[in-house]
C-alpha cells in the first residue's frame, strides 16, 4: 500500500512546493524554473512500520509548457519494483501554487542535514482539513531547500500514516 502512495506522496510535496512559493515571492524557494533534465533525488519512507522504502525521482525532460519526472521505486534489496512517469504541465502547478499558498499555517527557516551537509530549508505547514475538505485534522509539512534538485523538496511529514513521511538521503544534479 505504501508503494501505491509514493507518487502521490512526491507529486503532494512538489504542489506544497508551489503553495508555498506562490505565498511570496521570496517566502518559499521555488527551483522548478532552474531545474534541468538529469537532477535526481532518492527519497526514503520513514513512517515507520517496517523496512524503509526508497524512490528515486528524476527530472527527464523540461520545457516551456511541462516537465516530466520519472519515479522509480526500490523493493528491500534495491531492486527496481516499478517506474511510472509523471508529466505536470507548468499551468497546473502554477494555478496550484495559487490555490494553496492561502492554506499555508506557517512558512518557517530552518536547516536539514543530508549526508555530512546542512542545507538551508523553507518549512511550510498546511493543515489537511482545510486544504481537501475532508474535515480531517490532519497536518502536513514539507521543507524546501533552493539548494537540492528539481523542486527543492528535502523531506515531507503528515500526520496521515496513509501519506508516507520521506526524507531525501541522496541527490544529484
Known sequence: MKTLMRPFALSFALALLAAGAAAGADAVPNRIARAKAGEWVLMEDVSGGGEPERTKATLIRIDDESFTVRREHFDEN??????????????????????????????????????????????????????????????????????????GVAKTWSSDAAFPSAEVIDFGF
Open 78 to 151: 534495491g531492486d527496481i519494483v516499478e517506474t511510472r512517469e509523471h508529466v505536470l504541465l507548468l499551468a497546473d502547478y502554477n494555478r496550484r501554487m495559487e490555490e494553496m499558498a492561502s492554506r499555508a499555517k506557517e512558512i518557517t527557516e530552518e536547516f536539514v542535514i543530508i549526508g555530512e551537509k546542512e542545507y538551508p530549508v523553507t518549512a511550510v505547514r498546511i493543515a489537511a482539513d482545510e486544504a481537501d475538505g475532508s474535515g480531517d485534522a490532519r497536518e502536513f509539512k514539507i521543507w524546501i531547500s533552493p539548494d537540492l534538485p528539481i523542486g
